[in-house]
């Protein structure tokens, strides 16, 4: 199969195609990745890109400037208040930041590589300016992911960022990451005390994970009776969730600890500060080998 790159305007969907692996984005909705197919099967949550309603029902989203929950919708940096929308059904909190829910710009693609940015101006749902720019390439043995964040704004501001993968959840699905420690959650689901953690090893039909992780290490292996997966990043932290009655289940890396600028010392949990014209950088690799 040959490496080719098609763009359709009518609905600013990109497919890029390299070996037996075909790569499908939407960047006029979230900048998300539809989906991810080895052959016909999807190796991460897939919907063909036209039929894509919904980027919660998406393959993989960005996560920035901040991850997971941003707690009762309100912080305080530098001395100022602020208070941002709701945007998550049935949440106290804010999620996921606002680069999820926004149109991307395409930039660039060629047969392997597409970029496309986000460039966002102070509103309700984030007091700071920023720009950030994700870079896709889809090779015969797998995805990489690189996003940039730029501050664009007249003051400092707090930025975080990551990526939400949906994984299929097969008879045989398993996870085994090497980790040191998990947050767990109080009723409102923000992480409330750490605790040692030296690995996830098992079924995930057998884990019951909705937390926050450090100190991974390692690719995490994911495995089923389709593929053997390894997913890797220049971030140490991961959010787990392993819903009993759903039939996909997540793996995201991150660069800090959900509603970490709450925290006493949001820097030690790994949120950036950044200064007007300074940018923070990450990447995500999965590897993709079928069984």
Known sequence: MTDT????PRDDTIELRSGALRLALRPDLGGCVAGLWHHHVPVLRSTEPHALEQVRQSACFPLLPYSNRLGYRRFRFKGQDHTTEANFPDSPHSVHGVGWQ????LRAHSPLDVVMAYRHEPDGHWPFAFEAVQYLNLTPQGLRLQMTVT??????QPVG???HPYFPRRQRSRLHIELTDRWDADAAQLPTRKVPQPGID??????GFDNCFEGWTGPARIRDEKFSLQLSSSMSRLVVYTPPDRDCFCVEPVSHVSNAIHMADP???GLVTLQPGDSTEAWTRLDVAPI
């Open 5 to 8: 790159a098609t763009l359709q």
């Open 102 to 105: 926004r149109a991307w710009t």
């Open 151 to 156: 501050n664009t704004g007249t003051v400092p």
């Open 161 to 163: 960022l990551g990526w």
């Open 202 to 207: 098992g079924d995930v039909v057998h884990l």
């Open 267 to 269: 820097a030690a949990h």
